[in-house]
């Protein structure tokens, strides 16, 4: 079996910058594949490679190129993650309309690239039979915080599947809670995350990890 060296050519004139600096875990934990960032000193991008352009992100800032020998790059344009996670925090569950979420009472906290926080008022109508917060209210809001983390890095773009979840239970809940979750590893589809439910003490009461296909929204 023999490899092939492709050539490329920089798509913008500029200054190179190794990928792991970039501000962006998707990018910089190497989730999108291994590339590099350059700084631009023009408006002008080309292609890296001669190929045929097999999509375009509906915002028109990312496009993807394959070569004849079905090589795949993709060319992103601008890190917007302050700009889109600023709007996506204006609007709705980050981003995404999520009536459960409503019905349950969760309010979304914050977003950062690979990190979530919701919380949830321990209401009387989410208490189970003793009283204490129900562990089905927790899980969902976890299943929430958790995708929420999964597609950080493009919450207006970007939707979620669940594939998998773990929870376990470490204590009674008896007051509001807030809920944590971030990225552990992931790839351009499936992204690993874990998260905490912690109460106003600052005890945990459960932990749950998960898996979650990315999904583009339409």
Known sequence: MTSEILALTAPVAGSIVQLGEVPDPMFAL????????IEPETGEVHAPVAGAVTSVHRRGHAVKVM???????????????VALRGAALAR???GIDVPFMRHIGLTPVSLA????????????????????GHGGAMMSALDFTLS???????????????????????????TDLLIEARILRGGARTV???GNVIDTAGNVVCTARA???????G
């Open 30 to 37: 190497g989730m999108m594949g291994d590339g590099l960032a």
């Open 67 to 81: 070569t004849d020998e079905g090589a795949e790059f993709l060319v992103h344009v601008g890190l917007e993650a």
């Open 92 to 94: 709705g569950y980050f």
């Open 113 to 132: 690239p690979g990190l979530a926080r919701t919380r949830l008022p321990l209401r009387p109508e989410l208490a189970n039979s003793r009283g204490h």
């Open 148 to 174: 929420a983390a999964a597609r950080s890095h493009d919450p207006l773009g970007l939707g979620v599947i669940t594939i998998e979840m773990n929870t376990h239970f470490l204590a009674t809940a008896t």
């Open 192 to 194: 690993f995350c874990e």
């Open 211 to 217: 898996v979650f296909k990315l999904v583009a929204l």
